[in-house]
């Protein structure tokens, strides 16, 4: 699939917006920069590493420790003028988790996780329409938003939230909706 990217959306200088890792554990976040004149500055996600997971972040298990992409999306494949597609992708073969980020204090959780569909959505259809995700392909959607689905319980609000996320979907793609700060895989 990494091919796929590559060839829909050739790499742009300076950026590097897709970074191969095979660490065990690393955490993925969306930094935030001060710009000269003390404006909050947008920049592309980007990785950490070591073994414990901070405040909004994304850990990334890899078992298997084989190649992971982290493909970033927002201000850096797609241009930071167009804040309307997720944040970043994980790939790993055919394996591909779409990520979009939203913290902020303990309250409004429900919130930011409706702003995080649109988003999500508009990415993967992006994919689909470039070729990228093949017809009936799964996918994974992550809204990091501070808390994980076990809290609270995925319950009937968060499972409306799925199936809006799929309705949103124009491309014949099924996407499983997860609320977490941990993704695995292998």
Request: charged share 20%; aromatic share 6%; proline share 6%.
């Amino acid at each position: 699939m990494i091919e796929r990217i590559l060839a829909a959306y050739p790499p742009k200088e300076p950026a590097i917006c897709i970074t191969t890792l095979a660490h065990p554990v690393f955490h993925v976040y969306d930094p935030l920069s001060l710009d000269t004149d003390g404006a909050a500055k947008r920049l592309p996600c980007t990785f950490r590493l070591g073994p414990e997971r901070e405040d909004q972040e994304l850990t990334v298990r890899n078992n298997a420790t084989h190649p992971i992409h982290l493909v970033a999306i927002d201000c850096c494949l797609l241009a930071s003028s167009d804040p309307s597609r997720c944040d970043c992708a994980l790939v790993q073969e055919e394996t591909i988790h779409f990520v979009e980020f939203k913290h902020g204090n303990y309250c409004r959780r429900t919130e930011r996780i409706q702003d995080c569909i649109k988003q999500l959505a508009n990415s993967i259809n992006d994919f689909y329409s470039t070729g990228i995700l093949p017809a009936r392909h799964s996918v994974l959607a992550i809204a990091c938003v501070g808390f994980t689905e076990e809290f609270p319980p995925r319950n009937a609000s968060l499972e409306a939230l799925s199936a809006r996320l799929n309705l949103l979907i124009s491309a014949n793609v099924l996407v499983e909706l997860h609320v977490t700060d941990t993704t695995t895989f292998g």
